[in-house]
Nanobody, 120 residues
């Protein structure tokens, strides 16, 4: 079992920056892929970015490239999402997910999410 807990959300003005964090615990995570997703009211969950614990390889949703950066700290079991040039449409609950297959298609562990609100 893996436990995930997000933090760092809040209210920010358009054009501002915010960093959200996810701490993972419970199992050895070296083979996992960790992802950030977001879900806005009335919308489906949307992939944002992912990173592998093993080699720090990353991938991003096209709309996030250049604005968002995912990173990890393997010692602290932390995953971060740095968000810059935020827009009102980035408002959502941001969730951290863990994929034990490492292939980015099997996220089975989820945190509760952290709310990010971008004001215009």
């Amino acid at each position: 079992q893996v436990q995930l807990a997000e933090s760092g959300g809040g209210l920010v003005q358009a054009g501002g920056s915010l960093r959200v964090s996810c701490v993972a615990s419970g199992r050895t995570l070296s083979s996992y892929r960790m992802g950030w997703f977001r879900q806005a009211p009335g919308k489906e969950r949307e992939f944002v970015a992912a990173i592998s614990w093993s080699n720090s390889s990353t991938n991003y949703a096209d709309s996030m490239k250049g604005r968002f950066t995912i990173s990890s700290d393997n010692v602290k079991n932390m995953v971060y999402l740095q968000m810059n040039s935020l827009k009102p449409e980035d408002t959502a609950v941001y969730l951290c997910g863990a994929d034990p297959t490492g292939r980015g298609r099997g996220y089975v562990y989820w945190g509760q999410g952290t709310q990010v609100t971008v004001s215009s």
